[in-house]
């Protein structure tokens, strides 16, 4: 086996522009597609988890951001800018570093979960908290780098976000040897949809599949535009990561769920806990909040008679459980030390 080169480097001839470069990598990519036996017996289905948080970050972002970074090297811009509800400024900064650019993040005070807050830091980005949600982040970061073109824009809006996203879709259909017949994955400003769904087209186009899934996006029900029909301009979920009313890829989704016979639904942050704990205690995957929300969409459909029984489900997690400790930890109680003794251990294993 040699090692896994990065995705730049495994689907080169497939991803617009990058031919010739020498890529910004983590070596992201290449992440694992684990059976989980217990969704799979819960819903009568084969699914599976796509398990987004082993990426260099932690998140799927690192897919767009090798793209988005090899790119702005290329264009000669020394610094880029983000808005993020974490993963993007985390993925942002560690990219930015190996690029030898210099980062900024704009994030919503007080609503990014710890660990993200934590990476930003470390990786050396100039965090700026805003008083004010995602999509008042996305548009001062729009302006800003409209007004100043040298500033590199790493948003999903930047195309080539999206053309490194894809091809998650290819190594799903690469492992399965088919198109799974149906694809779920939170949603929220809508960039990583388009970017499955183009893979998925992708990949069909060219043979290499036979089938194309139905695309299932969830929305937490707080912040679920695509769901309602319209904007919400006060998002909230316990979901931070996905904690967005105004997804800048409207079209992108539309088009997923139209063209693939697919649907948007939106899941309770009391749904989203609870597929947050099941996937931790049954699969032993430990994912953060939003990512939770592919699986309770699917549990949700199915039981609404919307998903079949004997289908193909891949579940995209988006993001490590590690980035968001405080949820994890939500209403554990004070524990009592134990004595450094063996018999007292014994008897809080109810062994004796
Ligand atoms: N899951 C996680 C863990 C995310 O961080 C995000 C987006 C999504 C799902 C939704 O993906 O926006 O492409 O529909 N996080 C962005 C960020 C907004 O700033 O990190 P999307």
């Given at each position: 086996h040699s090692r896994w080169p990065g995705l730049i480097a495994a689907y080169r001839d497939r991803l617009e522009g990058a031919a010739d470069w020498e890529p910004v990598t983590l070596?992201?990519?290449?992440?694992?597609?684990?059976?989980?036996?217990?969704?799979?017996?819960?819903?009568?289905?084969?699914?599976?988890?796509?398990?987004?948080?082993?990426?260099?970050?932690?998140?799927?972002?690192?897919?767009?951001?090798?793209?988005?970074?090899t790119d702005a090297k290329y264009r000669g811009q020394k610094a880029v800018l983000c808005a993020s509800t974490g993963n993007t400024s985390a993925s942002a900064a560690a990219y930015a570093t190996r690029a030898g650019m210099s980062c900024a993040v704009l994030i919503p005070q007080g609503k990014i979960a710890m660990g993200k807050l934590a990476q930003a830091v470390m990786l050396g980005a100039k965090i700026i908290q805003v008083d004010g949600n995602f999509d008042d982040c996305l548009e001062l970061a729009r302006k800003v780098t409209s007004d100043f073109p040298e500033v590199g824009l790493v948003n999903s809006v930047n195309p080539a976000r999206i053309e490194g996203q894809k091809t998650a879709s290819f190594e799903i259909c690469d492992v399965l040897g088919k198109a799974p017949d149906v694809h779920a994955l939170p949603v929220g400003n809508a960039g990583n949809i388009t970017a499955y769904w183009r893979g998925y087209r992708e990949y069909y186009a060219d043979g290499r599949t036979n089938g194309l899934p139905?695309?299932?996006?969830?929305?937490?029900?707080?912040?679920?535009?695509?769901?309602?029909?319209?904007?919400?301009?006060?998002?909230?979920?316990?979901?931070?990561?996905?904690?967005?009313?105004a997804p800048a890829s409207w079209n992108g989704a539309m088009e997923a769920k139209e063209q693939s016979g697919g649907t948007f639904r939106a899941a309770t942050d009391e749904e989203i806990l609870e597929a947050y704990r099941l996937i931790a205690a049954t699969e032993g995957v430990f994912v953060e909040p939003a990512s939770a929300a592919s699986v309770a969409g699917v549990l949700a459909a199915?039981?609404?008679?919307?998903?079949?029984s004997g289908l193909t489900v891949v579940c995209t997690v988006t993001g490590n459980g590690l980035k968001d400790p405080d949820t994890a930890l939500l209403g554990m109680p004070q524990v009592q030390a134990i004595a450094v003794d063996p018999v007292a251990i014994a008897r809080e294993l109810e062994l004796a």
């Open positions: 070596f992201e990519g290449g992440t694992p597609l684990v059976p989980a036996p217990h969704l799979s017996e819960l819903t009568g289905c084969e699914v599976y988890l796509k398990v987004e948080g082993a990426n260099p970050t932690g998140s799927f972002k690192d897919r767009g951001m090798t793209m988005a970074m139905r695309m299932l996006g969830v929305q937490a029900a707080g912040a679920a535009p695509l769901v309602n029909g319209a904007p919400v301009s006060n998002p909230e979920t316990i979901a931070t990561a996905i904690r967005i009313g199915r039981k609404e008679g919307w998903l079949d």
